[in-house]
């Protein structure tokens, strides 16, 4: 018997979106990338960092990913010792989970949102709580005081979409006794942002990655925002070298080229507004989103028969089994082009 765990032989692990052999046969509006490609200036960087004969990648790259941070501190307005850089925003929320919360004890999050949480915790071997939602989407019988090391919030919410006024945000950092960790993968889809309770509250932490919003889930960068206190811990448990040299190279040209970046956002959120007005046009319910998805439920309530007959004409959204979003289905939002193909198929389905 090999000699596992019984936290890690018990656990199912996590399962991510279906990423085809053969992308170039779908339109693929499943795992909430980015429909456009990042900026030119991106490649360029990535081409210059790896140089004719690649050579640079002899050396390893900057431990601290130093750049980076001050850069992301200048966008966002903190001091480079209230950032640190990270191999996709996963790598940070592993990360506070072990840097807060010990074997036995408890995090807690909404459920729907990122149920990557849970698999984490388990790891870890910390218990797991989940609330619901309330009808206005709230969390949910909260207590007055939330004991547990972390709350986790997805805000906007993934996979439903919705936004949480900045007020309600504060009073859940107040009312949690342990960190709030606010995961804003989706926030530059929806121009608002709960940083600034990070220089309030000395237990909120805000994730952000470069995912989504600046086209590079294939490159693995995400970063978190809080206290120096925090960040040095984190700064203690995380790999040394985390982000590769191309990987960093990337980084600073994105978050440099805000132009290129803004106009994406401007496209996605146009298209997303467009897109639910269509979808209503035939009957479906759609959630308001401010992420670069929405959350849909056909006429019928039957999720899996539109997702099947969607996979049928080679495109792909995601179904998830889970009882509570078993209804629905949730679609990233692609190029104009692809959403009307979309919407047709729609339409043929019924
Ligand atoms: C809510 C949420 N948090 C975190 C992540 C992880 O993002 P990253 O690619 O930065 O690891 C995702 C990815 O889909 C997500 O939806």
């Not at 279906?18 to 046969?25: N, V, Y």
């Not at 966002?76 to 925003?89: K, T």
Request: include cysteine.
């Amino acid at each position: 018997m090999i000699p596992l765990r019984p936290n890690i032989a018990a656990m199912a692990g996590y399962v991510p979106g279906f990423q085809p052999e053969d992308e170039s046969a779908y339109i693929k509006l499943n795992t909430n990338e980015n429909c456009y490609p990042p900026s030119p200036k991106v490649v360029k960087a990535i081409l210059d960092e790896l140089g004719t004969d690649g050579s640079s990648l002899r050396r390893y790259p900057s431990a601290s990913s130093g750049k980076l941070r001050e850069v992301a501190g200048r966008l966002y307005g903190f001091d480079p010792s209230w950032v640190i850089m990270a191999n996709g925003s996963d790598e940070v929320l592993n990360n506070l989970i072990r840097a807060f919360a010990s074997e036995g004890e408890e995090i807690a999050y909404v459920h729907p949102s990122y149920s990557y949480y849970a698999t984490l915790a388990e790891v870890q071997g910390a218990n797991v709580r989940t609330y619901r939602f309330s009808e206005d989407f709230r969390v949910a019988d909260f207590p007055e005081v939330y004991t547990g090391k972390i709350f986790f919030l997805t805000t906007p919410n993934a996979p439903l979409g919705v936004g949480f006024p900045l007020s309600y945000i504060e009073e859940l950092a107040r009312r949690c006794s342990g960190m709030l960790v606010l995961d804003e993968t989706y926030a530059d889809f929806a121009g608002t942002t709960a940083l600034e309770l990070v220089k309030k509250h000395e237990n909120v932490v805000v994730t952000r990655t470069l995912s989504k919003s600046y086209s590079l889930a294939g490159m693995r960068l995400g970063f978190a925002i809080a206290r120096p206190e925090v960040i040095s811990a984190l700064d203690k448990i995380r790999d040394h070298y985390n982000l590769d040299r191309l990987a960093q190279a990337a980084c600073v040209a994105a978050l440099e080229d805000q132009d290129y970046f803004l106009e994406c956002i401007r496209k996605v959120r146009e298209t997303r507004d467009w897109f639910t007005t269509e979808l209503r046009g035939l009957g479906y319910a759609v959630i308001e989103s401010k992420g670069n998805y929405v959350f849909v439920m056909p006429p019928d309530a039957d999720g899996r028969r539109v997702y099947d007959g969607l996979f049928q004409r080679k495109i792909l959204v995601r179904h998830f089994s889970d009882p509570l979003l078993v209804h629905g289905l949730r679609i990233s939002i692609g190029t104009r082009e692809e959403m009307e193909k979309t919407l047709e198929a729609l339409g043929e389905i019924g």
